[in-house]
């Protein structure tokens, strides 16, 4: 089947699969929009082919495996020195975007919001606990707030191909996030204060 069709739609039809366009009816469109028109009469062979169970994801055990490694340097670091291990697992968290940067082109507004939401305030809670309980230090603790900004923003940093051209959802996300994350440590801040 890929001889008779262009080898540069098969590929992006590909790409767009594993970037998230797992619905038929989205996968179309973006293929209508990136490829023209004369894609059209193929969208069903293409779909056929990169839609069999063969193409599907395999990230779950690359996704334990990547959370266990994590889990095993931060507690190496934490029992080493306190701040070096809040710092490792704020850093680490950052780094977990895949979920939310893989699907982010094919979310509507709600969902942007809702999940920069969580992200933000998740993140402001977890950061102020482990950043309480490392250090008293006020520079320790600014150091530390500031990796936690750092950290909610990457999510938009580098989104996939797909996503610059769908006005890239996952810096939208980052940006709610960040909102969230700031209101809620300067609500943390203001009624617990900085060390309580």
């Known amino acids: 089947m890929r ?7 098969y590929e992006t039809g590909v790409r767009l699969f594993k970037e998230g366009a797992e619905d038929y009816s989205v996968w179309s469109s973006l293929m209508l929009r990136v490829c023209g028109l004369d ?27 990547k959370l266990l490694a994590t889990l095993l340097v931060v507690g190496v670091c934490g029992w ?3 701040p070096l291990g809040a710092a490792s697992a704020i850093l680490f968290a950052g780094s977990f975007r895949q979920p939310i940067v893989r699907k982010a082109a094919f979310w509507d507004t709600k969902t942007i919001l809702g999940v920069g939401i969580v992200w933000g305030v998740s ?10 309980l490392a250090t008293t230090s006020h520079f320790g ?4 707030y500031l990796e ?23 810096r939208q996300t ?3 996030g ?19």
């Open 39 to 65: 894609a059209e009469p193929h969208l069903e062979d293409i779909w056929g082919e990169i839609a069999a169970p063969t193409h599907t994801s395999t990230n779950g055990p690359k996704f334990a495996y």
């Open 148 to 170: 936690g900004l750092v950290a909610v923003n990457y999510v938009g940093y580098r989104p996939e191909a797909v996503d610059l051209f769908m006005y890239n959802k996952a």
């Open 3 to 9: 001889n008779s069709v262009n080898s540069h739609w």
């Open 123 to 132: 993140m402001a809670i977890a950061v102020r606990t482990v950043s309480s």
């Open 80 to 82: 080493l020195w306190h």
């Open 141 to 144: 603790l600014v150091a530390l």
């Open 178 to 196: 960040t909102v969230c994350y700031l209101a809620t440590m300067i609500c943390l801040l203001v009624f617990r204060g900085w060390a309580g």
């Open 174 to 176: 980052a940006v709610v």
